[in-house]
Nanobody
C-alpha cells in the first residue's frame, strides 16, 4: 500500500486557480498511475486527471484544457494545476495511486470550492 498525503485545496472565485499536491510514501517509479478523482455532492466520483509512470497524462472531458497534471520524481509528488476554475469544479478531490502489482491507494481527500 502507498501512503498519500494531499494538500492545496481551498476556496477560490470562478476563473481563479488552485494547485493540488499529492506526496507518495515511495518512489513514483513503483507506481503505474497516479492522479485525482473528484466527487461533488450527490454525484458519482469521476476521474479528473492521471499520469503514468512514463509521464503520459490523461484528463476527464470536463477538465481538458484547464487542468494540468505533472510530477516531480525526486519528491515522489504529483501536482494538479487547476486554472479557469468553474463552480461545477467544486468537489472533494481524492488522490490515488495504482502500484505495480495492482493495489490502489487513496488519499484523505481535499475540498475545492469555487464560488460564482
Amino acid at each position: 500500500q502507498v501512503q498519500l498525503v494531499e494538500s492545496g485545496g481551498g476556496w477560490v472565485e470562478a476563473g481563479g486557480s488552485l494547485r493540488l499536491s499529492c506526496a507518495a510514501s515511495r518512489s513514483v517509479f513503483s507506481i503505474n498511475f497516479m492522479g485525482w478523482y473528484r466527487q461533488a455532492p450527490g454525484k458519482q466520483r469521476e476521474l479528473a486527471a492521471l499520469i503514468t509512470s512514463g509521464g503520459t497524462a490523461d484528463y476527464g472531458d470536463s477538465v481538458k484544457g484547464r487542468f494540468t497534471i505533472s510530477r516531480d520524481n525526486a519528491k515522489n509528488t504529483v501536482f494538479l494545476q487547476m486554472n479557469s476554475l468553474k463552480p461545477e469544479d467544486t468537489a472533494v478531490y481524492y488522490c490515488f495511486a495504482d502500484a505495480i502489482g495492482g493495489t490502489r491507494s487513496w488519499g484523505q481527500g481535499t475540498q475545492v470550492t469555487v464560488s460564482s
